[in-house]
């Protein structure tokens, strides 16, 4: 088992920055890659970014691609979201998740394993 605990979400301005946290703990050295899902309300859940553990290779949706980063410090066994420049649309609840198993398709939500309990991120105009 894998647990995952997220933490900074919050509100700010358009325009402004926040970075999420998610600390693994458990049976880490199986996770084979990381990866941030959102939810806005009446939307189905989205693909923002992830990366893989070992190689750190990160792939990003369209969306967020320039002004999201994703991190990882494998010695903390924690995986990082900077956004930056971030926009109205980009309010929702931002999920973190781990995947065990091998594959390119890191976008697909059903190949996760575990995931967090959320965090709000609420950026006003």
């Known amino acids: 088992q894998v647990q995952l605990v997220e933490s900074g979400g919050g509100l700010v301005q358009a325009g402004g920055s926040l970075r999420l946290s998610c600390a693994a703990s458990?049976?880490?050295?199986?996770?084979?890659?990381m990866g941030w899902f959102r939810q806005a309300p009446g939307k189905e859940r989205e693909f923002v970014g992830a990366?893989?553990?070992?190689?750190?290779?990160?792939r990003y949706a369209d969306s967020v691609r320039g002004r999201f980063a994703i991190s990882r410090d494998n010695a903390k066994n924690t995986w990082y979201l900077q956004m930056n420049s971030l926009k109205p649309e980009d309010t929702a609840v931002y999920y973190c998740?781990?995947?065990?198993?091998?594959?390119?398709?890191?976008?697909?939500?059903?190949?996760?394993?575990?995931w967090g309990q959320g965090t709000q991120v609420t950026v006003s105009s």
């Open positions: 998740a781990a995947r065990l198993r091998y594959g390119l398709d890191l976008g697909t939500p059903n190949k996760y394993d575990y």
């Open positions: 458990g049976r880490t050295f199986g996770i084979y890659a």
């Open positions: 990366i893989t553990w070992t190689g750190g290779s990160t």
